[in-house]
């Protein structure tokens, strides 16, 4: 645990394929990290293994991966792009929260939701890729993607939380789905942009301001 935790001025490392599991915070706040490729070995990322590493650009992901931790590339700043691998089921609670270049993301069929503050503040976000079997996104998952201009939302998508989509201020268009039964408030505020949705028959609760500040 927080084995290379802020060492500031380390670029990279390798990692040997004998490693197995990375402890939690373990390269947390190594500002100078560039890049890293993590070996076929290790099947799970912790909580806040790379948190804060400010300029890490790249990141080989394992396809024996499983698992990424909450807080697993908070606020990593620099990293612009990064692969899931299609054998993850499971993305914690703000993992990517505050990675502000990243341009896209493609979500695995074997993911099954969508956790709160998963991808918030990801502000150079202009394509995400939902092919899973989720049947919920949490709040604020994808708040402050300023970026984002559609999004299509599976039909395995039961609920929308709370601030889910707020402040997308380039979002013109969204397709719900067509099992949605809840959306929670402030689930699409402040998207300025948005011309049109259609509310499936399948909804029963649409909570407060859902819809506040789409002006367009």
Known sequence: RDAFSECSSLKQISIPSSVTSIG???????????????????????????????SL????LPSSLTTIGGNAFFKCSSLK???IPSYV????????EGCKSLEQIKIPPSVVEI???????????EL??????????GKFAFSECKKLRSISIPNSVEEIGKF?????????????????ILIGDHA?????????????SSIQSIEGYTFEGCSS
């Open 57 to 60: 650009e790249e990141i080989i």
């Open 24 to 54: 939690k915070g373990a390269f947390c706040s190594c500002s100078s990290l560039i890049r890293i490729t993590i070996p076929d070995s290790v099947t799970m990322i912790r909580e806040g293994t790379f948190s804060k590493c400010s």
């Open 128 to 137: 995400i890729e939902i092919t899973s079997l989720i049947a919920n996104i």
């Open 188 to 200: 699409f505020n402040g998207c300025s942009s948005l011309l049109q949705i259609d509310v499936p």
């Open 115 to 125: 956790n709160d503050y998963t991808f918030r503040g990801c502000s150079s976000m």
């Open 89 to 96: 089921t499971y993305i914690g609670q703000n993992a990517f």
């Open 81 to 83: 792009q990064i692969e």
């Open 164 to 180: 889910a989509f707020s402040e997308c201020v380039s979002l013109t268009q969204v397709k719900l789905s067509n099992s949605l």
